[in-house]
């Protein structure tokens, strides 16, 4: 498991600090592992969606540090950030996970009742920002996490942010496009995520910080 975090760390930070960094953090239990083992073997080529092991021991840090009550997540994936949030929360927290594959999410399905979080979780399959703006608008989001098609990111932050508590916190995944982020050359994913690395940075509703862990995790606090 670790050797697949480093890959993605040592994209831009040395391999040796990137190995010895996931080394000193609690490391997921045998429900996350089997988890990933799964999306490995199910998902092929796309299971490098998924978020690292130390984004995971983050995210469930996060949600207990800030004592968030309501959570959302877009794209859920096979389910295991999902899991971490909802680790995080209390017992009557909830999570609402919104996804487009329910081939996918039924794997995540199935972790949530091994995990015993799945009361926590309701998932809503359909495009995001229709799921996003359906919701009521007053703030009551305590937490978000942003990990989707990189192309809505901004949607997906001016909705979440619209509906966050003052002093909530939105967590935004893969904001250092695999260390080619500094790279104005680079096609892809990367020219859209420094636009909305830019919006976030220049925002004057939030304070932030981009944390160089797994393909970058940028936190956004409001307020």
Known sequence: MSRVVVMKAANFIDATVAEYAVSHTTPPDDLLLALAEETRRVTGGSAGMQITPEQGTLLTMLVQLTGARQAV????????????????????????????????????RRYWDEAGVADKIELRLGPAAETLRALPKEEWIDFAFIDADKAGYPVYYEEVLARLVPGGLIAVDNTLQHGKITDASYGGNVPGMRAFNDLVAGDPRVRTVLVPIGDGLTLVRKG
Do not use: K
């Open 73 to 108: 997540e877009v794209g859920t994936f096979t389910g295991y950030s999902s899991i971490c949030i909802a680790r995080g929360l209390p017992s009557d927290g909830r999570l609402l996970a919104c996804d487009v594959s329910d081939e996918w999410t039924s794997i995540a």
